[in-house]
């Protein structure tokens, strides 16, 4: 009797507990599948044989049906179970080993699918992405495997596959947006609207939203750099830029990451890169990161766009010098192109802006000698043109691996002729020097935190260049060409919010060689050489959740090895260290060494007309050792509303250097002794800006001196000594119309004088030589100009923006004599070769962009 009356309450409840469950599932379609079996038991007098644990979790929807056989193959196509029938009354239960599921991915507010998102079934090689409707499906995989869902801008996703199983349709799968912090980026107007100042103390050009800068028609790259505190050109050239100091090869120019060994045409008077295909360049004076090797000065770093747009775009224009295009021509979704083009009018038109610049190359390039005067008049024909072209493929593989693939050509040929009427000697220089570098990136972000970077790039720059002189009693030619390949790894990892670790591989190869041949004496040269370079570097980034401190700090190993010659190991400490003082203020201290193995001499000064003197050399140990510098800053930054105030004091340097790379141009220029020199100095920057009008002030002090120990005085100015540089301008915007200009005024730079009187002309030697001053122990008159320019903006239809502009440099036409050098003509009489700099320059243009 108690058996029967507990076997009624069991049923009673079981009956009941169904009841409810129905209820429910009329309520949510769903009920615990336990109950709902024991109640087929019931209605069908069959017993289902299974195991408590396998089936506690699972729901289902109840089947509306009377036939047995269609309930139980509902609950095998909701379940996933594997059901068997041992006989009439008797059923066994159990799970199966694979499941086929599906599922929807939307963001967390469940209003949007998410196309293109990665399912991976973690342990196994199988992944998909969802289709348009952000549908998945996978067959056949594990019952207890683990899927792991991510797509860019939400939080990664893990689900258990037998969680999607039970469900009549796909389940949806909501995912959380991934709010990220990023580093933090002192966006405002700094000088001109594009020009932003990082944390890191690092520069940031955006060209696309360039405003304008006085003299500067357009974003010419590396003329813009120079309107930066610190970093000028004391000969006005793009090929010839200083930073702190230092001399132009001791900059690395990256452009997509390729090193560049030529940087401008007409010989240097003009940037050789494209300024509107590329999207973002940085400037780096001191605290680089560790994944940069070589450069012991500075660091200019182009990068082109790179974003794959579902739209073409473009533009092209003129000037009175060169005419340009660029596109970016989408393949598909996920493939585009880019390129540009550039080509001189020189060849086939002279303008005003083309005669300046080429009395600016060739003004010292006068016949002397012969029985001649120095003012004979002189005939002269030329044939000079340049050119530069560059593409780029984009191919985005999926949403975590992009693979970009680059490359440049840089021309500039000259066949120019010079005649002395009166005597009828001539002399012909012939130069062609070529740019060509291609490389590629892939890069792949495998989780969040974890993401990997490789590139690789080869590059050749050739120069080839020869002097007939004197009717062709005298030829030299020379050839010097640079092979470069490189190919670098790099690892990012997120250790927590505020910390990040970064680190690499990077194995370089570089090869030089330079040929001279001379016919009157006979001299025959052929010197070539290798370096290879294996560097791994490590860095810590650490940024305070309160956003006070920002701290990069690493190392670079370098082992290089000159093939046969040398080989050594560097270590280069890095550090870059910011702290937010006050709501306004910001200290920064920076520090790093550094070295690099190619350094361009600059001989035989009088030799191609002065138009191209400069060779790529390597390192040997010996005549050349590695160049290395140290350096530290430290600064401080007012910034608040509409004003920016800056100071920052430094101190560099640099060992390994030579007279033959540094332009000396006195009895030590063919010596090559091997010394360094130290700079001391300090930049100061005021910038007021509003929404239309902004102005600065900057402020440069160095003082820049030479130490070699085999020079007498031992130390002496350096060639480069600018002492106070100051700048100021203003640019103004309204609506269309941009207005700049500015005044940039230097003291003037050392040279030595040959001694006085008697003693000018050494005749104790064959040849004469000079005799000279202490080193450096004069100096130039001081240097003034002032640039104004004018960019007007208009539409043309409603897809055609057109701009046209106009610029004068060196409006006041002032004479500034940027060098002075001596030499003996034939009559072993001093001469004096002063460079002097461009004059009253005017310069139009008009672009169109779609």
Not at 641 to 652: A, C, D, T
Not at 656 to 666: I, K
Request: glycine share 8%.
């Amino acid at each position: 009797m108690q058996k029967k009356r507990l076997k009624r309450i069991v049923s009673c409840f079981l009956i009941l507990f169904w009841v409810l469950s129905m209820g429910w599932a009329q309520e949510n379609d769903k009920v615990a599948l336990i109950p709902y079996l024991q109640n087929l038991e019931q209605q069908f007098s069959i017993k289902f044989s299974y195991v408590d644990e396998d089936l506690v979790l699972v729901q289902v929807s109840p089947f509306a049906s009377t036939d047995l056989a269609e309930i139980i193959e509902a609950l095998r196509q909701q379940t996933q179970l594997r059901i068997q029938k041992l006989s009439d009354r008797y059923y066994t239960i159990t799970k199966s080993v694979t499941v086929d599921i599906c599922g929807f991915v939307f963001d967390n507010f469940g209003q949007n699918n998410i196309q293109g998102a990665s399912v991976e079934v973690l342990g196994s090689g199988l992944a998909i992405l969802t289709n348009t409707e952000g549908q998945f499906n996978l067959t056949n995989i594990p019952r207890d495997a683990s899927l792991r869902i991510r797509f860019l801008g939400f939080k990664t996703k893990y689900i258990k596959a037998e969680d999607l199983v039970g469900h009549n349709s796909c389940k949806p799968i909501l995912m959380a947006l991934n709010y990220q912090q990023l580093e933090e980026v002192v966006v405002y107007q700094f000088l001109t609207t594009g020009i932003s100042r990082e944390t890191d103390g690092s520069i940031l050009l955006s060209i696309e939203d360039f405003g304008i800068l006085p003299g500067l028609l357009e974003p010419d790259i590396l003329q813009t750099v120079q309107a930066l505190p610190g970093i000028k050109s004391i000969d006005e050239t793009v090929s010839d830029i200083n930073i702190r100091g230092g001399t132009n090869d001791q900059n690395l120019i990256l452009w997509d990451d390729i090193k560049m060994y030529q940087s401008g045409h007409f010989f240097g008077l003009i940037s050789a890169f494209n300024p509107y295909l590329t999207d973002k360049v940085t400037i780096i004076k001191n605290g680089t990161s560790a994944r940069y090797g070589d450069g012991v000065s500075g660091i200019i770093s182009m990068k082109t766009k790179d974003k794959v747009e579902d739209h073409m775009y473009g533009g092209a224009g003129f000037d009175l010098i060169s005419g340009d295009a660029y596109g970016h021509v989408p393949l598909s979704e996920q493939l585009a192109v880019q390129f540009s083009a550039r080509r001189s009018v020189t060849d086939f038109l002279n303008t005003p802006t083309y005669n300046q610049f080429f009395e600016r190359a060739f003004q010292d390039t006068e016949v002397k000698g012969g029985g001649s005067g120095a003012d004979d008049p002189i005939t002269r024909a030329e044939n000079f043109y340049f050119y530069d072209f560059s593409g780029k493929l984009l191919y985005d593989i999926n949403r975590f691996h992009k693979a970009r693939v680059s490359f440049i050509n840089i021309n500039n040929n000259l066949d120019y002729l010079e005649t002395d009427e009166t005597s009828g000697r001539s002399n012909q220089s012939l130069l062609d020097q070529t740019n060509f570098s291609f490389g590629g990136v892939l890069e792949s972000s495998w989780t969040d935190r974890f993401s990997t970077r490789i590139n690789a790039y080869y590059t050749r720059y050739n120069l080839d260049a020869e002097n007939i002189a004197g009717n062709g009693q005298q030829s030299l030619f020379q050839n010097n060409q640079v092979l470069e390949s490189s190919v670098k790894a790099a690892t990012s990892y997120q250790l927590s919010k505020a910390l990040s670790t970064s680190n690499g591989y990077q194995f370089t190869e570089v090869g030089i060689t330079n040929f001279t041949n001379v016919s009157q004496p006979p001299f025959n040269s052929n010197i070539k050489g290798v370096i290879r370079t294996h560097a791994f570097f490590t860095e810590l980034e650490y940024r305070s959740p309160d956003d006070k401190v920002d701290f990069t700090g690493g190392a670079r190993l370098n082992y290089i090895e000159n093939l046969g010659t040398f080989d050594a190991l560097i270590l280069e400490p890095r550090l870059n260290l910011s702290y937010l003082l006050l709501p306004d203020f910001r200290i920064e201290l920076q520090g790093e060494f550094k070295n690099q193995t190619t350094n361009q001499i600059i001989d035989l000064e009088q030799n191609f007309l002065g138009i191209e003197k400069r060779r790529w050399i390597l390192s040997d140990d010996n005549t050349l050792p590695i160049t290395k510098s140290k350096q530290g800053a430290l600064g401080v930054n007012y910034d608040r509303n509409k004003w920016f105030i800056g100071l920052e004091g430094f101190y560099k340097e640099v060992d390994g250097v030579s007279t033959a790379t540094q332009g000396f141009q006195n009895e030590d220029q063919f010596n090559g002794e091997i010394g360094s020199y130290a700079i001391k100095g300090a930049e100061f920057l005021v910038n007021y800006k509003n929404a239309r009008f902004s102005s600065w002030l900057s402020y440069t002090y160095n003082k820049n001196t030479y130490y070699f120990e085999d020079i007498i005085p031992n130390e002496f100015p350096n060639n480069l000594d600018i002492r106070h540089t100051l700048t100021l301008a203003s640019t103004y915007n309204y609506r269309n119309l941009k207005l700049g200009m500015g005044l940039n005024y230097r003291t003037g730079k050392p040279y030595t004088e040959p001694q006085q009187g008697a003693n000018a002309i050494n005749t104790t030697v064959f040849p004469n030589t000079i005799n000279y001053q202490s080193p450096n122990s004069s100096r130039l008159p001081d240097y003034l100009r002032v640039d104004t320019s004018l960019v007007y903006t208009f539409q043309i239809g409603d897809a055609v923006k057109a701009t046209a502009g106009a610029s004068v440099l060196n409006l006041l036409g002032k004479r500034n004599v940027l060098n002075t050098y001596y030499r003996l003509n034939d009559q072993d009489e001093i001469e004096t070769v002063e460079s002097i700099s461009l004059g009253l320059t005017p310069n139009i243009s008009f672009r169109i962009s779609f």
